[in-house]
Nanobody
Framework: QVRLVESGGGSVEAGESLTLSCTVSEVTIKDTCMGWFRQAPGKERERVAT???????SYSDTVKGRFTVSSGNDGHILYLQMNSLKPEDTAMYYC????????????????????WGQGTQVTVSS
């Protein structure tokens, strides 16, 4: 079973930065989508950022220009660099990975075949 573990969450003040990491226990030579999702209390899960095997990235409009997603170690680790954090960014952040067939991960929503981490909490105070 593929295991993902997030780390790097914490409490910061608005305007500060935070970097999240996600370690992936196993990788595949197949095409994949990897990315970050978040969910705040009382709200639906939201796609934050995605990256595919070719390094192509996508971002939600609410984080575009502030967040950067990247991968390293041949897909064994996933990062989310978050700058200029806002209170609205407060949520539980989850990383996910799934084998996919498609031209991009822009509209990716993990299926039951996808793998998720347990999440890391990000809290931004005003």
């Amino acid at each position: 079973q593929v295991r993902l573990v997030e780390s790097g969450g914490g409490s910061v003040e608005a305007g500060e930065s935070l970097t999240l990491s996600c370690t992936v226990s196993e990788v595949t030579i197949k095409d994949t989508c990897m990315g970050w999702f978040r969910q705040a209390p009382g709200k639906e899960r939201e796609r934050v950022a995605t990256i595919d095997k070719r390094g192509r990235t996508s971002y939600s409009d609410t984080v575009k220009g502030r967040f950067t997603v990247s991968s390293g170690n041949d897909g064994h680790i996933l990062y989310l660099q978050m700058n200029s954090l806002k209170p609205e960014d407060t949520a539980m952040y989850y990383c996910a990975v799934e084998v996919t067939t498609g031209w991009s991960c822009t509209d990716w929503t993990p299926s039951p075949l996808g793998h998720w981490g347990q999440g890391t909490q990000v809290t931004v105070s005003s």
